[in-house]
């Protein structure tokens, strides 16, 4: 329960912390007492890991994230659709905040390139904000 308090935790994610202290059956048995309770929620988990990274993050870095946490493809699905829509926005502030102007030459260019890809936001999502489109 201590885990659970301070905040979300995906179920497997949650059974990597819980193996060294029981039994994998024992470990089993009681995340799906949790998840019956709804103590544990892989859903809640994708959507508060989000909703944290939301505005510094792109959803490719986020499909990772979630990926790496054991989160079931359908859940990462959903989640990292939604995110996509913020993609665009989300990228040309933290650009903004970074560098504020565009480049003036080639190395800038892929310097800042660098910097969004590096953030996980889409390689296309990148062209647009480093290339100044739709400004």
Known sequence: MNFLARR???RAEMARK???HG?????TALL???ERENLLSNSRYAEALAHSRAGRHGSVRLKSELREKGVPEAIVTEVVGQA???DLAAARAVWRKKFGEPPVDARERAKQQRFLLGRGFPAEVVRRVVGGEDD
Do not use: C, M, T, Y
């Not at 039994?23 to 470990?27: D, L, N, Q, R, S």
């Open 84 to 86: 996509r829509d913020a």
């Open 18 to 20: 819980l193996l060294p």
């Open 32 to 34: 799906n007492q949790l």
């Open 8 to 10: 979300e935790h995906s």
């Open 23 to 27: 039994e994998a059956e024992e470990i």
